[in-house]
T-cell receptor, first 112, second 109 residues
Framework: SQTIHQWPATLVQPVGSPLSLECTVE??????LYWYRQAAGRGLQLLFY??????ISSEVPQNLSASRPQDRQFILSSKKLLLSDSGFYLC???????????FGQGTRLTVV | GQNIDQPTEMTATEGAIVQINCTYQ??????LFWYQQHAGEAPTFLSY????GLEEKGRFSSFLSRSKGYSYLLLKELQMKDSASYLC??????????FGTGTRLTVIP
């Protein structure tokens, strides 16, 4: 079975600082990868998904970007964080018609 | 586009039965997931419905009606540990997995 590693678990960053969250997948190859954000008390908002190396689709305009440098690596970045970027970030993969999505343990980001 | 609706909050008594509803409007619908999420943790998989009907898994059951764009999650013999958020998520097209805002369930003694 597959495992998703996501780090760090918690992060406190000042406004205007850069961000890099990393997600790696084990136990599968060429997975679809997703980044979600969950604001406090809210549902999961799909930010980006990737179907392969260098292929990124953005669901919502925002202050964030994503990259897929390797098959099993998905990175969420920002050049300058905003207060509104605070939230719980989840990496997920894969989803197919017959299996559930697997999630990393999440990163709690607080922008101060 | 897609639209997924769930009640924001529900309260139920320990030992009772609770039904959490989810309605959706989406193009290219494939199936519907239910996830449980405790505060500060990643969601955990509960069920996946593709065909109409009821799927039962122990104390948890999930129902889907594709023609009505409707699903529910049924929790029986509620326990205090069932207090959590329950997320409805629909899969559409080849790569899309969209979540509702979740229903926060509080189980009281």
């Amino acid at each position: 079975s597959q495992t998703i590693h996501q780090w760090p678990a918690t992060l406190v960053q000042p406004v205007g600082s850069p961000l890099s969250l990393e997600c790696t997948v084990e136990g599968t190859s060429n997975p679809n990868l997703y980044w979600y954000r969950q604001a406090a008390g809210r549902g999961l908002q799909l930010l980006f998904y990737s179907v392969g190396i260098g292929q990124i689709s953005s669901e919502v305009p925002q202050n964030l970007s994503a990259s897929r440098p390797q098959d099993r690596q998905f990175i969420l970045s920002s050049k300058k964080l905003l207060l509104s970027d605070s939230g719980f970030y989840l990496c997920a993969s894969p989803w197919t018609a017959n299996t559930e999505a697997f999630f990393g343990q999440g990163t709690r980001l607080t922008v101060v | 586009g897609q639209n997924i609706d769930q009640p924001t909050e529900m309260t139920a008594t320990e030992g009772a039965i609770v039904q959490i509803n989810c309605t959706y409007q989406t193009s290219g619908f494939n199936g519907l997931f239910w996830y449980q999420q405790h505060a500060g943790e990643a969601p955990t998989f509960l069920s996946y419905n593709v065909l109409d009907g009821l799927e039962e898994k122990g104390r948890f059951s999930s129902f889907l009606s594709r023609s009505k764009g409707y699903s529910y999650l049924l929790l029986k013999e509620l326990q205090m540990k069932d207090s959590a958020s329950y997320l409805c998520a629909v899969t559409a097209g080849a790569n899309n997995l969209f979540f509702g805002t979740g229903t926060r369930l509080t189980v009281i003694p």
